[in-house]
């Protein structure tokens, strides 16, 4: 069973970097086609994707957040990773890190493994 | 980007009701739209893929139809452990982009 865990500051203080990691458990994060993607969810707000990164290391971003972002994926460690520039209170929210199964089809099935989220508050 | 638009934003049912909820995209998304139920605290959990496609392990009591710009969700016999926020999501085009949620309650 594959879990994911998000890991990293719960407090960011405006204009500085936001850095968190999702720690993939139950199976390899290079193996299969999958995305592994950052969702947002400001609190009592919906959805928001901020981007995604195939096993194989391509990257896609939301366009309204592009400029400031920026994932990555460790193969060795299992892991994948986010970093948010010059954060305001705006992007205080709970970040989640997820999968997407694409085998067979680009546009894959949905999302269809969640970490628990992880609560992030910018304020100085 | 593509706009996901729910009705209702809430709604109120009780035990054993049918409850449809509405999902509107901008523009023709096919078929290539994912449901999820969200309880407070906790994240999100995939229900139905591909506008109707049952997500393993998910009860039959819940399916989808549509396709193009207009899709429901249907829940045939609404269950105690059913009351949660319902959203749809698109994933014809990147981003992806949800609704803005229906809240289920009693």
């Known amino acids: 069973q594959v879990q994911l865990q998000e890991s990293g500051p719960g407090l960011v203080k405006p204009s500085q970097t936001l850095s968190l990691t999702c720690t993939v458990s139950g199976g390899s994060i290079s193996s299969g086609a999958y995305y592994w993607s950052w969702i947002r969810q400001p609190a009592g707000k919906g959805l928001e994707c901020i981007g995604r990164?195939?096993?194989?290391?391509?990257?896609n971003y939301n366009p309204s957040l592009e400029s400031r972002v920026t994932i990555s994926i460790d193969t060795s460690k299992n892991q994948f990773s986010l970093k948010l520039t010059s954060v305001t209170a705006a992007d205080t929210a709970v970040y989640y890190c997820?999968?997407?199964?694409?085998?067979?089809?680009?546009?894959?099935?949905?999302?269809?493994?969640w970490g628990q989220g992880t609560q992030v508050t910018v304020s100085s | 980007d593509i706009q996901m638009t729910q009705s209702p934003s809430t709604l109120s049912a009780s035990v054993g009701d049918r409850v449809t909820i509405t999902c509107r995209a901008s523009q023709d998304i096919s078929s290539w739209l994912a449901w999820y139920q969200q309880k407070p605290g906790k994240a999100p959990k995939l229900l139905i893929y591909?506008?109707?496609s049952l997500q393993s392990g998910v009860p039959s009591r819940f399916s989808g139809s549509g396709s193009g710009t207009e899709f429901t969700l249907t829940i045939s016999s609404l269950q105690p452990d059913d009351f949660a926020t319902y959203y749809c999501q698109q994933y014809n085009s990147y981003p992806w982009t949800f609704g803005q949620g229906t809240k289920v309650g009693i």
């Open positions: 997820a999968r997407t199964d694409y085998g067979g089809n680009p546009r894959g099935r949905g999302v269809d493994y």
């Open positions: 591909k506008a109707s």
């Open positions: 990164v195939y096993s194989s290391g391509p990257t």
